[in-house]
């Protein structure tokens, strides 16, 4: 089955805690984004990736990290957490950057205190 | 970059009842107008997309058209079922800049 999994769904953490949240996708697609979601915010993209070693920023990047050393896993890393960060986060994939379907995971809702 | 605006926030209607949910973009040359519907707890998911090639497109209950002399696009659901309950999101782009989403738009379908 085509899909993106993203690991915790849930996760509690305190103030300053480096945390890792995992992104896999089995479609071999090239482009792989992070969004997060905020009430009356819509999704907003935090990070994106066009390919292997291939990252850039979105709207929103400051105090988050990526890396893309596989085509299939793309994990987003907070370095020192924040409660501003406290949100909900997608991950997604498609063919490309451009004209293309996202596939978006089942989303990880992260506080911190 | 672009600017996209969604309306309304949140969307209440009669089961059987039509929906329309409308946006406007800001950036010309965007030419791709996708729609997604995301379901509670899950993440969101295509329903129908449009280019900038074509003025509408269908597929059995919702439809989009799309305006690009205004700049606006809309989704249309027709004979609304308690399945349709939703948040439902419009994006424009296109090309190198990727996609841009508007706000959402809450639909509740009241029996």
């Known amino acids: 089955e085509a899909q993106v999994t993203q690991n915790p769904r849930y996760l509690i953490t305190v103030t300053g805690k480096k945390l890792t949240v995992t992104c896999s996708q089995n479609?071999?697609?090239?482009?792989m984004s992070w969004y997060r979601q905020d009430p009356g915010l819509g999704l907003r993209q935090i990070y994106y990736s066009m390919n292997v070693e291939v990252t850039d920023k979105g709207d929103v990047p400051e105090g988050y990290k990526v890396s893309r050393k596989e085509k299939r896993n793309f994990p987003l890393i907070l370095e020192s957490p924040s409660p501003n960060q406290t949100s909900l986060y997608f991950c997604?994939?498609?063919?490309?950057?451009?004209?293309?379907?996202?596939?978006f995971g089942p989303g990880t809702r992260l506080t911190v205190t | 970059g672009e600017n996209v605006e969604q309306h309304p926030s949140t969307l209440s209607v009669q089961e059987g009842d039509s929906a329309v949910i409308k946006c406007t973009y800001s950036?010309?040359?965007?030419?791709?107008f996708p729609w997604y519907k995301q379901e509670l707890g899950k993440g969101p998911q295509l329903i129908i997309d449009?280019?900038?090639?074509?003025g509408e497109k269908k597929d059995q209950r919702i439809a989009v058209t799309l305006n690009k002399t205004a700049k606006h696009f809309s989704l249309h659901i027709t004979e609304t079922q308690p399945e349709d309950s939703a948040v439902y999101f419009c994006?424009?782009?296109?090309?190198?800049?990727?996609?841009?989403f508007g706000k959402g738009t809450h639909l509740i379908i009241q029996p």
């Open positions: 994006a424009a782009g296109g090309g190198a800049d990727g996609l841009t």
């Open positions: 449009i280019r900038s090639n074509v």
């Open positions: 950036d010309s040359a965007s030419n791709y």
């Open positions: 997604a994939s498609s063919l490309g950057r451009e004209v293309y379907e996202q596939y």
């Open positions: 479609m071999n697609h090239e482009y």
